[in-house]
């Protein structure tokens, strides 16, 4: 195995616990539709496109509706998930994020941002993290959705680094599958029965030692 030098992370549920406001920002759409949507309905949701969410909850409810109608939601959804994210501070950063940031810095590793989000520099910008990514790669710029690896692999290009060489930290299941069809190490953040297919798994970044990434980085 390689040296790791690039550490790629996932945004929401990663860096920061988004998944709430993805949540209740949904939750409200698909009331609206006459679609019940739970807790778990939501875990389907977790690191897929703005597009794809919609999909999935028409197709939970057995609906469909124009284009228009698709848009129209799409917008509205996003509208009320901003109105979250608006009152976002360095509190909503998870806990060992920001040591884990700190200490890779510290060792002169590079740091990227992998997020299918079209939302992510503000809400990087609102939790005052901006400084630490050498690169930012989100849902503006990739035109496949994870478990395709085309986020991860523009991330590693755009800090001249090869795949092997990049360890990428997730929290849902198709990010892993992203990481590992780029050739990349995955470290799960959740459950391990969850992220089955990753190569480590995490309950958090407090759970992450500083000896298990300088094992990573001197291999
Ligand atoms: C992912 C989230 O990071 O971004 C998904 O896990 C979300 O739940 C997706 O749908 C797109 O986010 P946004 O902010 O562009 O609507
Ligand atoms: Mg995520």
Redesign the pocket.
Known sequence: MQKIRTYIF????VIVD??KY?FQA?KKSAEELGIEFTKDS?EL??????I??LEIILELGNKKISDAEFDRILNE??KN?LSYIEKMDASEILPGVLDALKWIKNEGGKIVLG??????KP?LEKVGLMEYFDAIV??NDVSKVKPDPEVFLLGAERTNSKPEECLVFE??IA?IQAANNAGMLSIGIGEKEVLKEADYVFADFTQISKEFLEKLENN
């Open positions: 996932d945004l929401d549920g988004t998944a993805h949904w939501n949701l977790k690191g897929v496109s703005r794809r969410s959804k996003n998930y997020s299918a989000s079209k939302n992510a809400i989100d849902g929290d849902a990010g």
